[in-house]
């Protein structure tokens, strides 16, 4: 069956890096967009940063923008999320997901992707 495992988070200070990971098993993912969504404590899940099939085109919500990146590598089934210069508001549960329709073209939707993980929680405080 389907599994998006996500990885990477913690506890990290204002200004630190975080990098998670998340593997995808189950489903063909070098032809699937891939997402990164989050959700902080009594809020809605936000969209986070998308990446097309081969990584051509990436999107960024505006609160990340300019600190964090998203990559992925298809030899791995894994997509990356890079997240620089972590501030408290950043704090959240952070889940990837998978798009198996639109040909592979990246997706700012939630209702785009169909397949999510649980998530991995990251903590930004001093």
């Known amino acids: 069956h389907v599994q998006l495992v996500e990885s990477g988070g913690g506890l990290v200070q204002p200004g630190g890096s975080l990098r998670l990971s998340c593997e995808v098993s189950?489903?063909?993912?070098?032809?699937?967009?891939m997402g990164w969504f989050r959700q902080a404590p009594g809020k809605e899940r936000e969209f986070v940063a998308t990446?097309?099939?081969?990584?051509?085109?990436?999107s960024y919500g505006d609160p990340v923008k300019g600190r964090f990146t998203i990559s992925r590598d298809n030899t791995k089934n894994t997509v990356y999320l890079q997240m620089n210069n972590l501030k408290p508001e950043d704090t959240g549960v952070y889940f990837c997901a998978a798009r198996r329709r639109g040909l592979g073209e990246e997706s700012i939707r939630e209702v785009d992707y169909e397949d999510w993980g649980q998530g991995t929680q990251v903590t930004v405080s001093s």
């Open positions: 990446i097309n099939w081969g990584a051509y085109f990436a």
């Open positions: 189950g489903r063909p993912f070098s032809n699937s967009a």
